[in-house]
């Protein structure tokens, strides 16, 4: 297992050492992503200039679980975010390079379309988090504690497992371009804003269906000592892990199937 | 290199810049081009439709917590803002594509040089068929989805349909240019990633895409729209059409599109002209 280990991390760092060769090159990249994923947060901020409250949370709240919903997308972004390039490798035949070495497949396409500046984005969304909680004044309890850390990192399994389900869907259909951009960039922009927000078909589809719901709005509530509006038990936020791990399993079978079926271009 | 340099130097001075018979063919020759590619339109589509809901849903949250009205928009209107700005995302091809700048990179941009029609023409044939067919699938889709699901605005005037769709072209013009100008820095920097990364990030947020601009403190919209082009690529044609001014209103809308197509034109055929002196064809 330690020489395995050591294989991806020798393959990471040949990664960023390329990644960082052209310096400036590297620095715009890795402003740039840092500075859109702050894009995410302003507009959230804008939108509270507008409305003091919205969907029944002032702005403290409101920021808190968009910014706990950006840290676990961003770090999911950052480990898993580069599997939609999975079209493409299916498209030009390189994934067969992939299938006869000896490691697994998953993990090598990860360590070889590992994106360095992407860094930015999770200090940048832990940094924010940081603050959104002091803002929020999040009463300091135990429980607390382990829920401010618990949160993002079922967000990162979460939102990594959609990224996973999303690139494997191109096993099947190689033209479906954004189609899966609507669940994880989507899945991003519905969990910054409190589940009260949306309602009908929509809610119950996205929010509880397919678990969008139990990833920054329930654990906020938790932080946040509040009832939860929809009437669900106050416990409901601890369930997140769960609901991360059913998410987990699902898109690993999916990749499994995937990569079972998978033939190759032929050439 | 002595005949390259000769033919670059061709349609300078000409104009008409091309034949109306061959700007036409350019054009249906775009749209025959992209719409091959249907089954990424449909996708597209549905991300658009995702994306128009969730948007909506927060839109309508973001009025009902200010009193039903935002920023002089009633909730009809802000509905109708979001469903058409993501009707409008692909058609206007506000995200761009990064095709010149590669082509420049590779040394392929050669081949465009060496036609007739400078490539600033022939590109923008080649975008405006490829809105054509965009406007057929991924701006009636979303819209069509959002007009059944929730009460979209109905204008007024007649006359506001007619002033839409030409502020759609334009927005596309306006885009195009500035696209063009974004992939031609690579004339320069061999590697346009980083304006292209720049364009992304201020294009989205800037022309309207993210939140009407409005919601904007008063100084920085009123400079958005005196100083920057932005605003003509999507808030300009909604604006249009959910009447947010009066007819008069929307009529300088249109007249500032005309304006922003016409500089921004002129931009990218400045920038191709200097890039054509500056270039190194690369490669053997």
Known sequence: ?267 | VANLTASVGRSAASWPPVRYRTFVALVSAGFRRFSTYRQAALAGAFTNTVFGFLRCFVILAVAHGSGNRAAGYDSAQLVTYIWVSQGLIATVGVWGDSALSERIRTGDVVADLLRPVSPVVSYLATDLGRAGFAVLTRFVAPVLVGAFAFDLYVPRHLLTYPLFAVAVLLATVVSFACRYVVNATAYWLLDARGPLLAWMLVSNVLSGLYFPLAFLPGWLELALWWATPFPYLLQAPVDVLVERHSLAGSVGLVAGGVAWSGLCLAGAWYVQKRGERRMVIQGG
Request: charged share 15%; net charge positive; with cysteine.
């Open chain 1, 1 to 267: 297992v330690g020489e395995t280990v050591a294989v991806y991390a020798r393959l990471v760092r040949a990664q960023v050492r390329a990644q960082t060769r052209y310096k400036t090159s590297f620095v715009i990249d890795l402003i740039a992503t840092t500075l859109a994923a702050g894009l995410d947060l302003g507009t959230v901020l804008v939108l509270f200039r507008v409305a003091p409250n919205i969907g029944g949370f002032g702005v403290r709240q409101g920021f808190l679980i968009a910014s706990m919903a950006g840290c676990g997308f961003a770090s999911a972004d950052f480990v898993m975010g580069n599997i939609d390039r999975l079209r493409n490798i299916i498209r030009l035949g390189t994934l067969d390079a992939a299938m006869v070495r000896p490691l697994g497949v998953l993990g090598q396409l990860l360590a070889s379309e590992f994106a360095a500046r992407r860094i930015g984005r999770v200090v940048q969304g832990v940094t924010v988090y940081g603050i959104a909680l002091a803002a929020a004044h999040v009463r300091p309890t135990a429980a607390h504690a382990v829920m401010v850390v618990l949160a993002p990192l079922c967000g990162l399994v979460f939102f990594s497992a959609w990224f996973l389900a999303g690139a494997t869907i191109s096993f099947w259909w190689i033209d479906s371009g954004e189609f899966a951009s609507g669940f994880t960039y989507g899945g991003r922009d519905f969990v910054a804003y409190p589940v009260t927000v949306y309602s009908g078909l929509f809610r119950r589809v996205f929010g509880y269906g397919l678990g969008f719901a139990f990833i920054a709005y329930y654990p906020g509530l938790v932080l946040l000592d509040r009832p939860d509006p929809l009437g669900l038990p106050g416990w409901t936020g601890w369930g997140t892990p769960a609901v991360a791990a059913v998410a987990a399993g699902v898109a690993a079978l999916l990749w499994r199937i995937g990569v079972r079926q998978y033939r190759s271009s032929g050439s």
